[in-house]
């Protein structure tokens, strides 16, 4: 009978069980791949028939016995060694007939039963990436024949101190009921109890593992576990030509990047422009981060090497274009920030700064300042720590609604994105626009509604620099008195052979805009023309007679000499001199850190001279002084005739105005219209500062002159205390930030040892040691906060200015506040260390020119 070609139905079973089990072994085998590792669950362990698997609750794996390939251990990676999974595969009896040399043999890692007495490199390297395993919490382990078992307790030892350490090489095998020592059966050939079969004498167990962790041999097989674990850790699973080829290019792209840091905080901190017309090295107009590179590249070799590779096109990532420049700029800029913020959150009490501007591009740009006290604690608690007041620039927040409720939405949403909490707000300043000191939507106001302790400190320079701005917009005269002298200024600074003229009379004449915000600028143009009007309209005659000139430019001048010649103009120039004279002499400059009692003193004696100077004697005084320049001129000294117009019911603005009849007298009109206007809107702007003010000052006051709080009666101390603490006493929660009594007592303590010439910040560090006074030391520090002057915004607009030019209006606003953060804090940026940062960005290109 000849043989069945055809399987029974039975063997055919068989045979596609097999191959169904082959292929959900190769499927499970590729999916460990192509999946990161983790830790299998109960629910993930499938259970395979008995037949087929009958130890499919264990963690084991399928080694080969007689292979004598030992894989590297730089190939192995952690992903591709997912032990806790099975990938062994039953025999069969339609498979190939196996040898002793290729047998599968299951292994269980976690049990050191389970392992050969030949352990390769690949086996070691995987059972170290495991580690010890022990038993589940509840397992309960057996006894032997004399009733005794192994517990948990041995898995600690106990120090001659009384602390405990942890044996973690203990592994107890369940299979056998016996301990092994994991180091010693994996790094050392000396067969004992703990590396062989086991150790299982639980009656003597404490004396033997005392003196096993003692062994030289176990404590150099700790030592070669340890060094092994961290290699494995540290190694990627690439070969070991790789590994050195990718070590060698992150060190390259390490120092590269150094130098292309470098090239990026120069040209931010000097506000140049990066790019040129052209993107290629080694070409004209290619901007000044290339030419810097190149300027690199002949005197420093590692910039040099980069750029042959490049040339030679040994790389293809040269990373010298507007990507890499966005990229570090971005890095950089968000390093600063993480700083600034790190500095904030150790400080807790905080001011904003905030103010508004349109840029070149017409975008509504509000530029945000942190104000903070910054405690730096030295090493010994007994030493006074470095306290020092830092305004730190947040970034340009560009706006689509100026209004108060947009502005409000927009600082909440910023604080926010910066993990700032509006609760720990103690001061807020603006630039007072109108949509910020509006009565119905203010900005402030907002605020103060959700967090009632955020105090609205008015600025210092901007309370009396925006005299100019409302005088202006309030009368028509004082507007055209202003955009005159503008005029005059431009046409006589514009042009060198006009300047030439000039000089001829006077030195220089300030080409600045007289609607600026800062005082030294409006106060220099109105003091040359008080003094030197006569030199000014000599020049202006002298250019409008002068045939070399061009026949516009002479028209000009003769224009503008007729404005000048002009008793009522001369009038106009005396007032607004006086004005800002006297403002300038009480106005704290800027950069300086007045206190509140300063700066209120200040405001009355503005007002006081404010409100005496407008009166009949004030401006009687004003006619004489402008006489004299009249006739230094050869001017009448009269008024012109005013155009006799129809009086018109209007709203009555300003006390001055007196609707009730019209005067032609233009001396009177003059009065009316120029004199009283413009004082009164002074007046008017200080008495609004001045108010705010006050009120801070009833209840901080105090703090600026802590010695002379012992001149003051207990009753007294207490009572301003007591109205501090209920001040910082928040309206919702009830929550305050000191306690008044306990501040009475700590004041009363230390103010008989403050020294006369002590500032707040050197009284706040005798205060910080040793947390003597917590209660001072927080009024101190919140006091430190309030913005009495916000004059720093303006230079973070002048850098605004300087980077966002007509060249740069198309970058983004993002790459924008990266050079601003850059430029502005400078000093910062030569602080941080970027080393850290620079490894993490070196090691991802180094991995992308070796992918390439």
Known sequence: MSARKKPSGAAFRKKRKLKELERKAMAESLSRHLTPSRHLTPADIKQEPSDCNPESNMDIISVRVGCDEEPSTSMIKPEETNIEEEVKLPNSSSSPPQTPENVPIALDLSDPADWPDVITTSLRDMIVRKGPVRPEANFKYPKDESDRRFTPVHYIRRLPNGEEANRNWIVYSKKKNRIFCFCCKLFTTIVNSYTSEGYNDWRHIAEHLSQHEQWK?????????????????????????????????????????????????????????????????????????????????????????????????????????????????????????????????????????????????????????????????????????????????????????????????????????????????????????????????????????????????????????????????????????????????????????????????????????????????????????????????????????????????????????????????????????????????????????????????????????????????????????????????????????????RSKKKKMLLSCEDQSEYTTDPEMQFKIHFFDTTLDVAIKAVQERLEQLQHHNKFFGFLYNIRKVRCLSSKDLLKYCMDLQEVLTDKSSKESDIDGIQLCKELTVLSPVVKPNMTLTEILAHALVNGGFPNLAIALRILLTLPVTVAAREQRFSKLELIKNYLRSPVSQDQHLDLAMISIENQITEEIDYGPILRDYANTKARNCMCL
């Open 217 to 645: 041999c176990h404590l150099a097989a700790m030592q070669s576990w340890v060094e092994l674990l961290k290699t494995l850790e540290s190694k990627p699973a690439i070969d070991v030509t790789d590994w050195r080829l990718y070590k060698t290019e992150t060190q390259h792209w390490q120092s590269v990047l150094q130098r292309f840091v470098a090239i990026i905080q120069y040209l931010g901190q000097q506000c140049l422009p990066f790019n040129g017309r052209s993107d290629t090295l080694y070409s004209d107009n290619n901007g000044h981060f290339l030419k810097l590179v190149e300027m690199f590249a002949t005197f420093d070799n590692v910039m040099s090497d980069h750029l042959k590779k490049k040339n030679s096109l040994q790389t293809q990532q040269h990373y010298v274009g507007r990507t890499i420049q966005n990229e570090l700029l971005s890095l950089i800029s968000k390093e600063l920030v993480k700083c600034i913020l790190q500095s904030l959150k150790k400080s807790k009490y905080y001011s904003i700064l905030l103010d508004c501007s349109p840029d070149i591009s017409d975008v509504l740009q509000m530029t945000m300042i942190i104000r903070f006290v910054s405690i730096k604690q030295k090493e010994m608690s007994n030493v006074e720590p470095e306290v020092n007041i830092q305004e730190r620039f947040l970034g340009f927040v560009t706006q689509a609604s100026p209004t108060g409720a947009g502005l409000t939405q927009a600082i909440l949403a910023e604080l926010e994105r910066l993990s700032i909490p509006l609760k720990d707000m103690r001061g807020q300043a603006y630039d007072h626009i109108s949509n910020i000191k509006g009565r119905q939507s203010r900005v402030q106001q907002n605020i103060l509604n959700l967090n009632s302790k955020a105090f609205n400190i008015p600025c210092s320079n901007h309370s009396l620099n925006l005299v100019v701005n409302d005088a202006a917009m309030l009368c028509r005269d004082v507007g055209s008195f202003l955009i005159v002298l503008q005029r005059i200024c431009l046409f006589l600074s514009g042009i060198k052979s006009r300047c030439d003229v000039l000089t001829k009379q006077i030195n220089k004449l300030p080409m600045k805009t007289v609607y600026q915000t800062t005082w030294s600028s409006i106060i220099d143009i109105v003091r040359t023309f008080r003094f030197q009007t006569g030199e000014i309209y000599s020049t202006l005659l002298e250019i409008s007679e002068d045939s070399t000139f061009e026949p516009m430019s002479r028209g000009d001048a003769a224009n503008l000499a007729d404005e000048l010649n002009n008793f009522k103009f001369l009038c106009s120039i005396v007032i607004w001199y006086s004005l800002l004279q006297q403002i300038n002499n009480v106005n704290i400059l800027q950069g300086q850190t007045p206190c509140l009692p300063d700066l209120t003193e200040s405001l009355i004696q503005t007002q006081l001279f404010l409100e005496e100077y407008r009166s009949d004697e004030g401006f009687e005084n004003v006619l004489k002084e402008s006489r004299e320049l009249a006739l230094e001129m050869e001017i009448e000294p009269t008024f012109p005739e005013a155009i006799p117009v």
